[in-house]
């Protein structure tokens, strides 16, 4: 199986890589304010666990700065997530990602939003370790798109590969969750989310 190619989703080079899609179809007259729910759904990432439950990853956005926000994300924010299970020890627990393109895209016939994230620094200290499970070359990709007939959410994961640039221990949980995502349970937890994200009753 091959990663799809996608406008706008970084190419596929190496490790591992997934494509995670809910499509849910909608009366045509309620698919623009379904569109504004979902919109607003997704750029509230620090509400983002609520919309799949306590077993899901709990997400918190930051300003460059370092400090936690209730707003909009914007490129170059971070996104601090804790994930079920042990942490990074280096980072207190948590796995860091860096918001590297925020992309809007409309025509007559769709309309759609990438927000594409990459494994980064914590940007709450000094450290220049890489504060995540995931190498720096891979990417994690959110779109929700708008149809004359249907609304689609996904995350397109890329070039997934354990972050070695750790502790020793750091390094075996990191090769365990990385292994662990290679092999599906990543897509399990990102299709809760492609599914709450359409999931309006």
Known sequence: ???????????????????????????????????????????????????????????????PNGNPVERDPQKGDFVRINIPGPGETEAKGYDWVEIIDICYDEDADSESIMMTCRPSTNPTDESLHIAHFYSSKATSTFMIQRYATHLKTAVYGRNESPNFNASFIDRLRNIAVAIGGMMGIAKIQWKQLTNGFLDFD
């Not at 190619?5 to 309620?30: M, N, R, W, Y």
Request: charged content about 30%; overall charge positive; some cysteine.
């Open 1 to 63: 199986m091959k990663p799809k190619h996608i406008k706008g989703v970084p190419e596929q080079d190496s490790g591992g890589f997934h494509d995670t899609e809910t499509i849910v179809k909608f009366d045509k007259a309620l698919l623009p304010l379904k569109f504004e729910i979902l919109k607003k759904r997704f750029f509230s990432v620090n509400k983002w666990m609520s919309y799949c439950g306590d077993a899901f990853a709990a997400f918190k956005l930051y300003a």
